[in-house]
């Protein structure tokens, strides 16, 4: 299993559960906002973890940009901060070509600020799941491999697993995980390798030790991706932006040794192991 941190750099709380994550528990993978406040604290925490896989969280909605924003105008408020409305941003992106060149532009430029660090570019994946989005999607891949890209992330949470965990599968559930097709294709097409499912998009912001013991012993075979969202206090930026997060019982559960355990139980292993399985072992095996 690959266990990732999204919005590391976002703030000191963030990066500090990061680092704590990746020395006392499972977490495997950190993606980078490479604009957020706390990114060099970030990029040098990690530089101090070799071992920790550091991949772009690249910002299109809700956050903040590398660019100035007189360059991308039709993007960014005054202060260069992306709106959070993803519907209307999103009909902007697939419609408007003055709009997609800028945010093509800001995409590039979030890839030259992470490869500007030094650090190995593992994985690609989007600040709320915007790579599903298949302007975005074709964009980071694009873009992307100029700079090395080997891995994004797909969001596909089985629904047939996740009924097993007590989640009842809603019809934007099971629309979500068809759609998530679109962008498989795209990597495919782009010869990027993709998780083949992920694990905490139902329970965003609220993966906790009980929640991912329920979900163990339901792992598919394959590559699985968890994502979570740790940081050791709530923050004014944390509170700001996600206030009903349990980002202190996400790290808590990161740091059990219980779900330590029960991620790396012995399981059957598949018959065969898919193309993109083949190509992509998983940091974190289980079994």
């Known amino acids: 299993m690959i266990v990732t941190a999204d919005d590391f750099g976002l703030s000191i709380a963030v990066n ?18 490479v604009a957020g406040p706390a990114a060099a604290d970030a990029v040098r925490r990690a530089r101090e973890m070799p071992g920790l896989r550091v991949g772009l969280h690249v910002v299109a909605v809700e956050g903040a940009a590398v660019l100035p924003a007189e360059a991308i105008p039709d993007l960014v408020d005054r202060r260069g901060w992306f709106p959070p409305d993803q519907f209307r941003l999103g ?19 979030q890839f030259a600020a992470f490869a500007a660090t030094g650090l190995p570019l593992s994985h690609a994946d989007a600040h709320k799941h915007m790579q599903v989005h298949p302007t975005v999607g074709r964009l980071i891949l694009r873009i992307g491999r100029e700079f090395g890209l080997p891995r994004i992330r797909v969001p596909a949470e089985p629904p047939g697993i996740m009924a097993r965990c007590g989640v009842k599968p809603t019809l934007g559930a099971r629309a979500l995980h068809a759609w998530c097709g679109v962008l498989r294709r795209q990597a495919r097409a782009a010869g990027v390798i993709t998780n083949d499912a992920v694990f905490g998009l139902a329970w965003t912001g609220h993966v906790t030790e009980a929640r991912l013991l329920a979900l163990a012993p339901h792992l598919p075979p394959g590559v699985n991706e968890l994502y979570v969202h740790p940081a050791t206090w709530r923050d004014p930026i944390l509170t700001g932006l996600m206030p009903r997060y349990e980002h202190r019982a996400e790290l808590d559960a990161l740091l059990s040794p219980r779900v330590r355990a029960a991620l790396t139980a012995p399981a059957p292993a598949p018959a065969a192991a898919s193309a993109e399985t083949a190509m992509s072992p998983p940091a974190y095996s289980r079994g």
């Open 16 to 33: 500090e559960a990061v680092e704590r994550g990746f020395r006392e528990g499972i977490l495997t993978h950190a993606s980078l906002m």
């Open 91 to 109: 009909l902007r992106y697939f419609f408007l070509p003055f709009v997609r060149r800028q945010l093509a532009a800001e995409i590039r430029a």
